[in-house]
């Protein structure tokens, strides 16, 4: 069965870093992307990344563009989601999420994607 073990949160100050991991497991499917999402309590589920498997196309949201990075460590089955110059907006629970097929239009929507981890927290504050 496909797991998703999202890990490497945790509290940072204001312009501090973080990097998210992605294990993946359970499927062998070569044409397939990972997606990044984060939710703030009362907000809606939002899309962050999406990294390609195929030619390792990357998309971020507007609000990460230039301060986060995404990438895959393909001997681990593992994908990063590097956070730097962290803000207090960006606090929320970081989800990774598998979606079989190329990123869909960018990051997608979450009904784009068909497995998801538990997440992890990340807090942004002094």
């Known amino acids: 069965d496909v797991q998703l073990q999202a890990s490497g949160g945790g509290l940072v100050q204001p312009g501090g870093s973080l990097r998210l991991s992605c294990a993946a497991s359970g499927f062998t499917f070569d044409d397939y992307s990972i997606g990044w999402f984060r939710q703030a309590p009362g907000k809606e589920r939002e899309g962050v990344s999406c990294i390609s498997s195929s030619d390792g196309s990357t998309y971020y949201a507007d609000s990460v563009k230039g301060r986060f990075t995404i990438s895959s460590d393909n001997a681990k089955n593992t994908e990063y989601l590097q956070m730097n110059s962290l803000k207090p907006e960006d606090t929320a629970v970081y989800y990774c999420?598998?979606?079989?097929?190329?990123?869909?239009?960018?990051?997608?929507?979450?009904?784009?994607?068909?497995?998801w981890g538990q997440g992890t927290l990340v807090t942004v504050s002094s």
């Open positions: 999420a598998v979606a079989f097929g190329p990123c869909p239009e960018g990051v997608g929507s979450k009904y784009e994607y068909d497995y």
